[in-house]
């Protein structure tokens, strides 16, 4: 970039500011600081904030957890692989704890724009509510009581639910700047955002991102495009005021209610299970390692990733809740052994809206079994009635078992501790839903996800597509399907 052409971007962001603030209803508090930075500076910055973000380092200590539930394979490293999928898709950032707009040296400003739209969003967010505070309300440890493991659950998603909102506000004003001059808004184009989402998971033109696991790609894009959907079926139905400072004032707490705007709008309950004490079951042989929700995003990813997209799109809008708990051996005493996935056992308990998608659920987790483990053998002369499934495998026994709309899924426990922790669990379970808290730490895939977007805006090659007026424009012309 010459530098006749950062003054220029310089120049506009307090143009784009007021352009934001019109946009939002969101007031100017004070102006905001500006940055213009190398690929060098921001790969140095992408790693600091990888070691130092709270969100970071809960993803890679969940990385063993992802690769027991088969989200992740077993060989798959992690962070060296989000750095240079972080390195590819950033297109600029705003750093809520320095206050500055950072703008990136090798895009061009025309370009740039648009993504300042997004970032100056997150800026205004921030004078409006505090986002250091307000998107991170996670407890911080490892529950090791009863009391804590439910706390942790009633409050798991609530953090990625922020996120999603962040994100979604700022698509929104991103797709209304894009839109400028053409007499058109996101509020007044309906289908828009959905319409988007196809094109926006597009990969294409993102190298790194195309070879992406899918819990990946689907981790990095939720909060953009769940989060634009949700953002503006409250705008068309709420207005203004109500989809930008009212939702960072009163924000959704789950996966479930930015997948189902209704559902917030309605202050539906949301489906949340609950822990016994499992702990003198456990606490003799395992450390409490891991434990959440499994919301309706992880189940969508994980029934895709096993049965294939059709599959997905079937059984998780007939999720009715899930946690899982993840135990570590106390006879895992080396760090090699603790890294792997056969040090972990895995609880997961699941309901469902009706039995058939219960046993469809049970039918697609146990044919992909031998995917995760190898000498897979089923002992059917184990199983004590026709709701179980028993299997032996290369890294301990596996338990499936189906009642009614409830299954249970053990991996690594012996399967007589296994049928104590289920008939535990599930005589905890009530028919009623709880609501969920307002605050908490985060979900099992989508702290992915939160953590991937606090680094900035992704610049896929779909999203940079709509940077451009007429691209934008030609969206709002198309005929809805």
Do not use: C
């Not at 606490?283 to 059709?310: Q, S």
């Not at 895995?346 to 146990?366: C, G, Q």
């Not at 007589?416 to 985060?442: C, F, H, N, Y």
């Not at 900035?456 to 007429?470: F, N």
Request: glycine residues 6%; aromatic residues 8%.
């Amino acid at each position: 970039m010459s530098k006749a052409q950062a003054k220029e971007l310089f120049r506009s962001v307090d143009e784009i500011l007021r352009f934001v603030s019109e946009d939002t209803q969101l007031p100017i508090v004070h102006g905001v600081k500006r940055k213009l930075i190398s690929r060098d500076e921001v790969n140095r910055y992408l790693r600091k904030k990888f070691d130092e973000d709270e969100g970071a380092r809960k993803m890679e200590r969940s990385e063993i957890v992802l690769k027991k539930f088969g989200l992740l394979d077993r060989d798959f490293h992690l962070r060296p692989f989000l750095l240079s999928l972080l390195t590819e898709q950033i297109a600029g950032f705003y750093d809520n704890k320095t206050k500055t707009v950072n703008l990136l040296d090798w895009i061009q400003p025309e370009e740039q724009k648009p993504v300042l739209a997004h970032e100056l969003t997150h800026a205004l967010q921030d004078q409006r509510v505090g986002l250091t505070q307000w998107s991170n309300v996670s407890m911080s440890g490892i529950a090791r009581t009863v009391t804590e493991d439910n706390h942790y659950v009633q409050t798991d998603e609530a953090d990625t639910a922020r996120t999603a909102v962040a994100e979604g506000q700022a698509m929104a004003v991103f797709l209304d700047y894009s839109l400028r001059g053409t007499g058109h808004t996101l509020a007044d184009a309906p289908g828009l955002a959905d319409r988007l989402k196809d094109t926006v998971s597009d990969t294409a033109g993102s190298p790194v991102l195309a070879r992406a696991p899918l819990l990946l790609q689907e981790s990095l894009l939720f909060p953009y495009s769940a989060g634009l959907s949700f953002e503006q079926a409250v705008l068309v139905k709420e207005g203004r005021e109500t989809a930008f400072a009212g939702v960072l004032v009163n924000p959704p707490s789950s996966s479930f209610e930015i997948m189902t705007p209704a559902a917030y709008l309605s202050h539906a309950l949301v489906p949340v299970l609950r822990f016994p004490d499992i702990h003198p079951l456990l606490d003799a042989d395992y450390t409490p390692y891991d434990l959440g929700v499994m919301g309706e995003l992880d189940v969508r990813i994980l029934t895709e990733l096993y049965g294939g997209r059709e599959m997905a799109e079937a059984l998780a809008p007939a999720w009715n809740g899930g946690i899982y708990y993840a135990a570590q051996k106390k006879s895992a005493v080396t760090e090699a052994e603790r890294e792997a996935t056969s040090s972990l056992a895995l609880l997961y308990s699941s309901r469902w809206k009706n039995p058939d998608s219960a046993r469809s659920f049970v039918r697609v987790y146990a044919a992909q079994l031998p995917r995760k483990y190898s000498h897979v053998v089923r002992r059917m002369k184990d199983e004590v009635n026709v709701g179980e499934q028993v299997y032996s495998t290369s890294e301990g026994d596996v338990l499936l078992s189906i009642s009614g709309t409830g299954v249970l899924v053990s991996e690594g426990f012996p399967v007589a501790l296994a049928r104590k922790l289920r008939d535990s669990i599930w005589s905890m379970q009530s028919d009623e839903p709880v609501k969920i808290a307002v605050s908490g730490d985060t979900e099992l895939s989508l702290g992915v996800a939160r953590a991937l977007s606090s680094f900035g805006m992704i610049r896929a090659k779909s999203v940079q597509r709509y940077t451009l007026k007429e691209s934008a424009t030609q969206l709002v012309a198309q005929p809805a399907e």
